[in-house]
């Protein structure tokens, strides 16, 4: 539901500060501004701002990513080398999405996110550009490199509409790479200040980050139920047959209420867009 000053920081997964965070609530003066993030066949993107005016004059590529997002398809058209500024961004969203259909792999989305960064780091979508390379990485289960995206997105625009996801994103890279005492303690953060679609998605990394451990007890009790092959047959003991269930109910437990929590938060969302209009 990241990477830091100098190294150091990067490896434990921190980030800027969370100080006067109102994440979730559109304040633009807060470092958790809720970015538009969607999903594309599960993935998670951001789609570019095709009518601002850094994407204006990128030609074909921005035809092609406004006919995928229309259609929800690949367009039937194949794509120049890309050129400019806008062209090298968008080629590596237009490669993102191929993955998140099927066509293409992620791979070649991250180079492109990559080249664009390193041709052109100071483009006004360049805070976009990092969190998706950020995400491509996560989808390649590359914990380091996501983690280093998301930081440098912090570090170079902490202010960014993209830092709270960011922050989860950094969590998720700590998941991934088998930290979970810190994933939890820079997730914690995110939860004490975030509301709104953006808490809904720090419950669902909450929860992501239960799942890998239930897994994990599942691959032990296969191997152990291996090695027990060759033994003589003996009772499992009742204690730790109830220790695992109580586990898992545990884990279960923990979805359902992340389920409700976002649920409740979107209607409270939705009942105060209501009232301002009125």
Known sequence: MVVVAALVGTARGEGPSLNDARGGRGDPSSPLVV??????????FVWPALDAAPYVDAGPFREAVAAWREQGARPARSLPSPRTPAALYLAADFAYLEAAAGSGNYLAAVAGYERALREVPDFEDASRGRFMLGQANLLLGFGPEAGAAFADLLRMDPKSRFAGDARIGQAAALRVRHRPAEARR???????????????????????????RRRAGAARRRASTRRRASRPARRQPRRRRRRRRERARGVRARARQARLRCRRDRGEDAARAVRRRR
Do not use: I
């Open 35 to 44: 970015s538009e993030l969607t999903h594309v066949n599960g993935a998670p």
């Open 186 to 212: 820079l997730l914690d953060a995110v939860l004490a200040q975030a509301s709104g679609p953006l808490l809904c998605r720090a419950r669902g990394e909450e929860v992501a980050e239960a799942r890998p």
